[in-house]
Each structure stands twice: as C-alpha cells, then as structure tokens.
C-alpha cells in the first residue's frame, strides 16, 4: 500500500501547505509546470518524487523528467502526461497511448482544472489534480491524495490550499 500526493502546475511557486498535507504520503508526483529546479530539488528532498515536464518547463527540466511516464506501483499501471485531455476529448496522441500501454490510472496537468473521471471505454481513473501554483486563471489552489493498495485506487482526496495568489 502507498499513499501518494498529487499535484500539478505549481510554476515556481510551492506552497509551504503541501509538507504538512502530504507528510503522510510515500510518494509525491507532479503531473507537469514544474517551473522551476527550485521546486524539484525540495519535492525530492521531502519524498520519492516523480514527475514530468510541462509546456512552461525549460530545456533543463525538459531533460531531468520525461514528457510521458509509464510505471506500475502497487498493482496499478499509471501513465502521467502534462497535457492530454479528458475521457472524451483526448488528445490525438493521449488517445494513441491509452490504447497502446492500457493504463488503469491517467493522470495530466496543464488545464488548471480539478477533474477526477472514471472512463469505461479505457477502463481508467482520470485524475487532474489542478493547479497548485499562483500562476494561472484558478481561483483556488488544489491538490490531491489517494492511496494504492493491490491494485485498488481509494481513499482519494482533494485538498484546498487556499486562493490562488495567497
């Protein structure tokens, strides 16, 4: 079993909030926008981190974290992307993963908008953490918890971090 932190969009801003909500978790992963090295180096030094690059994220990022991760933890197959879509509106690309790797949890950034959506068709949890950073259009900052357990994904939660700016 692992309880993992989800976020996503922080652009070179992490608030302090995130240590106290996901002191509990085994790992942190970012779903892209990092925006800074700054805010890798201290998610790696507070936990097992995982990432991928987003559309903000420079040359340097782009060659730290990959643009597409595919891993299996705790029973779980979990492809992470930054952009990509949602059930029904996927990008071209996304979609042609989907088919190709079969991922039980699907998980993208970039829209700064909360989502959590089963899809039938895959037979896949999408997860769209939103936006934890002050850059963007989102009034509230957001990320999210859950635990894998033997090929389950439960106990998820969304957490608010506050409003965006604060």
Excluded at 25 to 46: N, P, Q, R, T, Y
Aim: overall charge negative; hydrophobic content about 40%; glycine content about 10%.
């Amino acid at each position: 079993m692992k309880r993992i932190g989800l976020l996503s969009d922080t652009h070179s801003f992490l608030d302090d909030k995130v240590f106290t909500y996901f002191a509990e978790c085994d790992e942190i992963w970012h779903a892209g926008d990092i925006g800074s090295a700054d805010v890798a180096d201290k998610l790696e030094a507070f936990k097992p981190f995982r990432a991928v690059y987003g559309n903000i994220d420079d040359k340097a990022m782009q060659l730290r974290y990959p643009l597409d991760l595919f891993f299996t933890c705790e029973g779980v197959d979990v492809f992470i992307t930054h952009i990509g879509g949602y059930p029904g509106r996927y990008t071209r690309r996304v979609s042609d993963l989907l088919r190709s790797h079969r991922p039980r949890l699907y998980i993208c950034g970039h829209s700064h908008i909360l989502k959590v959506i089963p899809d039938p068709r895959f037979d896949l949890l999408h997860i769209n953490p939103g936006a934890c950073g002050n850059e963007g259009f989102h009034h509230v900052k957001t990320l999210i918890r859950f635990t894998l357990d033997a090929g389950d994904i439960k106990n998820l939660e969304v957490i608010e971090l506050g409003k965006r700016g604060l």
